[in-house]
């Protein structure tokens, strides 16, 4: 069955650090893969969106990588912030959008 | 624009009750869904809708639950009867178009069932 998987232990890093996140899928084929932020008690937002036949998508302080072949995404924030701090959620589909169960994110300064 | 907008936000209601969760989708979108996040599983689809009709509900959990969408600016996510296990944050979110698109997520029903 299709499976997203990132990780479900908080990630805590230093102000100023740069941040990885992981998102590992498998039995999917997605055309699109995106990144969105979600904050306590408020709703997921869009961040960046990476399509298949693109290898890295950058936005500010924020990278995307999409490796097909392994079936894997990387978040990168760098320079990170305590304002960075909140859950990270991958979302894979083309024509239904699944989320992972996200990762949490603290940046202590 | 104001956004995709839910209500109520917050509901606490007895087992056996009746529960009919609102949205307004943003003024132009196509499609909207209704989601459901625990911490146990996460943010699962329930029902999405292209154009108010209903393409895809395989994630509605079973019959208790039921969504509308009568015209392009409302919806709504009725469960009868609650039960407790209900209990979770229900998200309602629009987009422009299905693949590769943003959605836009509402700031969520809290859902209390006692």
């Known amino acids: 069955s299709q499976k997203i998987e990132q990780n479900s232990e908080a990630l805590n890093i230093q102000e100023g650090k740069t941040a990885t996140l992981t998102c590992n899928y498998t039995?999917?084929?997605?055309?699109?893969l995106q990144w969105y932020r979600q904050d306590p008690g408020r709703g997921p937002v869009f961040l960046l969106l990476i399509r298949e036949n693109e290898k890295e998508k950058r936005k500010e302080r924020l990278k995307v990588t999409f490796d097909t072949t392994l079936k894997q995404s990387l978040f990168h924030i760098t320079a990170s912030q305590p304002a960075d701090s909140a859950t990270y959620l991958c979302a894979l589909g083309d024509h239904k959008l699944v989320f992972g169960a996200g990762t949490i994110l603290r940046v202590k300064s | 624009d104001a956004g995709v907008i839910q209500s109520p936000r917050h509901e606490v209601t007895e087992m056996g009750q009746e529960v009919t969760l609102r949205c307004k989708p943003i003024s132009g979108h196509d499609y909207l869904f209704w989601y459901r996040q625990t911490m146990m599983r996460g943010l699962e689809l329930l029902i999405y809708f292209n154009n108010n009709v209903p393409i895809d509900d395989s994630g509605m959990p079973e019959d208790r639950f039921s969504a509308k969408m009568p015209n392009a600016s409302f919806s709504t996510l009725k469960i009868q009867p609650s039960e407790p296990r209900d209990s979770a944050v229900y998200f309602c979110?629009?987009?422009?178009?299905?693949?590769?698109?943003?959605?836009?997520f509402g700031e969520g029903s809290w859902l209390t069932v006692v």
């Open positions: 979110a629009s987009s422009l178009a299905i693949s590769g698109n943003t959605i836009y």
């Open positions: 039995n999917y084929s997605p055309a699109y």
